[in-house]
C-alpha cells in the first residue's frame, strides 16, 4: 500500500512537471518558428536586423527552462547575455546548444506534454463514463468515434479503458516527465569546460560575499558589545566603585547603589545573552528548524501561518542561515511591508531546502533601500544558496531562498 502511495505521489508530481514542461514547450515552439523565419530572411540580407532578437527571444525560453528544471533537481547555471553581434554570437557555444534545444524540445517536450495530460484526463472522462453515458448519443462514446455504446455493459468497457489509462498516468507519467526533461538537462548547461570556469568565478564571488558576510556580522556584533554590554559593566564598575566609598560615610546609601549594580549587572548579562543568540540561536538545538520557525511566527506582529515540511535535520549551518532569513523577512514585513498577513513555507526537496516568504502588503521592496534584503542575499550566497525576490508596485512580496543541504 505504501508503494502505490509513493507511485501516485510520484506520478503527481510528474504531472506538475509535465503542465510546466508543456508551457515551455509551447515558447519553444514560437521561439523556432521565429528563428526559422528570421534565418530564411536573412538569405536574403532582410533578417539580418532581427537575428539578435531573435537569439535573444532563444535565450529567454531557455533561462524559463533551466530555472524550472533548477526547481525540481539539480541547478542549471544561467549564461549572460547573448553576445553582441551576429558573428560572435552564431560562434558562441551557448547559443548553438540553444537552438538545438529549442529544436528539439519543441517537438519532444510538446508530444511528451500533451501525452501526460491528455492519461489523466481520459482517465476520469471514460472512468466516469458509466455513469453519464445516457446523456450522449450511442455512437458518440467519448474519444472513440469507432465505438458504439449501445448499454451499460459497453459503457462499463469504457469505464474499464479508463481505469487503464489510470495505471498507464500513474506508471509512466514520471517515465514522460524525465522524457521531457531530458532535452534541456543534455543540452542547457554549460558545455565541457565552461561549466568549469563559470563554477570558479561562482565560488569566487560567493567567497567574496561569505567574506563580506563575515565582516558584517563581527561588525554587528562589536556594536552589540560596545554599545550595549560594555556600557552596562562600565556602569556596574563606577556604581560598585560608590558603594565602596559610601560604605563608609552613608551604609544605607551603599545598599542602594549595590543594589543598582545589580541591576546593571542583570541587564547585561541578558543583552549578552542576546547577542549569543544572534551569533546561533539556541532554540534551534532545543526545538529544531520546525520550533525555531514556529517561535518565529507566533511573535509576529503581522499575523503569520507557517508550514515546515522537513523530515530530516540539515546541517546547523543550514538550519541557522534558514532561520535568520525568516527572522529579517518577517521583520521587514513588519517595519516596510503594511500587511495584513504572511505565508511563510519551508520544505527540503532533491537535497535542497526551500524557503518561500509572502505577504500580501503594499509592495516595491527595493535591495538597495537598506531594508536588510541585501544582508539576507549575502547570507544565503555565502552559503551558495540562491535567493529571488518579487515585490511588483501593489504587491504581493514574495521572496524565495534554497540553499544546499546535502543529499
Do not use: K
Not at 344 to 364: I, K, N, T
Not at 392 to 404: K, N, S
Amino acid at each position: 500500500m505504501a508503494y502505490v502511495r509513493g507511485r501516485v505521489r510520484a506520478s503527481v508530481a510528474a504531472l506538475e512537471h509535465l503542465v510546466g514542461g508543456l508551457g515551455t514547450a509551447t515558447l519553444a515552439l514560437g521561439a523556432l518558428l521565429w528563428a526559422a523565419i528570421v534565418a530564411v530572411a536573412c538569405v536574403g540580407g532582410v533578417g539580418l536586423l532581427a537575428a539578435p532578437g531573435a537569439l535573444r527571444a532563444v535565450r529567454w525560453v531557455s533561462d524559463r527552462e533551466r530555472a524550472r528544471l533548477s526547481r525540481w533537481g539539480e541547478p542549471i547555471p544561467t549564461p549572460g547575455p547573448v553576445p553582441t553581434g551576429l558573428r560572435t554570437a552564431t560562434r558562441d557555444p551557448f547559443v548553438r546548444r540553444e537552438l538545438g534545444w529549442v529544436a528539439l524540445y519543441s517537438l519532444v517536450g510538446l508530444v511528451t506534454g500533451l501525452v501526460g495530460i491528455a492519461l489523466p484526463l481520459y482517465a476520469v472522462q471514460d472512468g466516469t463514463f458509466p455513469l453519464w453515458y445516457r446523456l450522449v448519443p450511442p455512437d458518440a462514446a467519448p474519444g472513440i468515434v469507432w465505438w458504439r455504446i449501445d448499454g451499460l455493459s459497453d459503457a462499463l468497457w469504457v469505464g474499464v479503458l479508463g481505469v487503464g489509462c489510470l495505471a498507464a498516468a500513474i506508471w509512466f507519467s514520471p517515465v514522460l516527465a524525465r522524457l521531457q526533461a531530458w532535452p534541456g538537462r543534455r543540452l542547457l548547461p554549460p558545455p565541457p569546460g565552461v561549466d568549469l570556469s563559470l563554477r570558479v568565478a561562482e565560488l569566487t564571488a560567493t567567497r567574496a560575499a561569505a567574506l563580506d558576510a563575515h565582516a558584517v556580522e563581527l561588525r554587528r556584533i562589536e556594536r552589540s558589545l560596545h554599545d550595549g554590554t560594555q556600557n552596562r559593566l562600565v556602569a556596574v564598575n563606577v556604581l560598585l566603585g560608590a558603594a565602596r566609598r559610601a560604605v563608609r560615610r552613608n551604609p544605607d546609601r551603599a545598599d542602594e547603589i549595590l543594589g543598582q549594580a545589580q541591576d546593571a549587572a542583570e541587564q547585561a548579562l541578558g543583552e549578552l545573552r542576546t547577542v549569543v543568540r544572534g551569533i546561533l540561536p539556541p532554540v534551534l538545538d532545543d526545538r529544531g528548524l520546525a520550533g525555531a520557525l514556529a517561535g518565529l511566527a507566533g511573535s509576529c506582529a503581522v499575523p503569520c501561518r507557517l508550514e515546515v515540511d522537513v523530515a530530516v535535520r540539515c546541517a546547523a549551518s543550514v538550519e541557522a542561515t534558514a532561520y535568520f532569513v525568516v527572522a529579517e523577512a518577517l521583520t521587514n514585513v513588519v517595519r516596510h511591508s503594511g500587511a495584513s498577513r504572511v505565508d511563510v513555507a519551508v520544505r527540503r526537496e532533491h537535497g535542497r531546502l526551500l524557503v518561500s516568504v509572502e505577504d500580501d502588503g503594499h509592495g516595491d521592496a527595493d535591495e538597495t533601500r537598506g531594508s536588510g534584503l541585501t544582508g539576507i542575499r549575502r547570507r544565503v550566497e555565502a552559503y551558495d544558496g540562491r535567493m529571488t525576490l518579487t515585490s511588483p508596485p501593489g504587491g504581493p512580496t514574495r521572496m524565495d531562498v534554497e540553499l544546499p543541504c546535502g543529499s
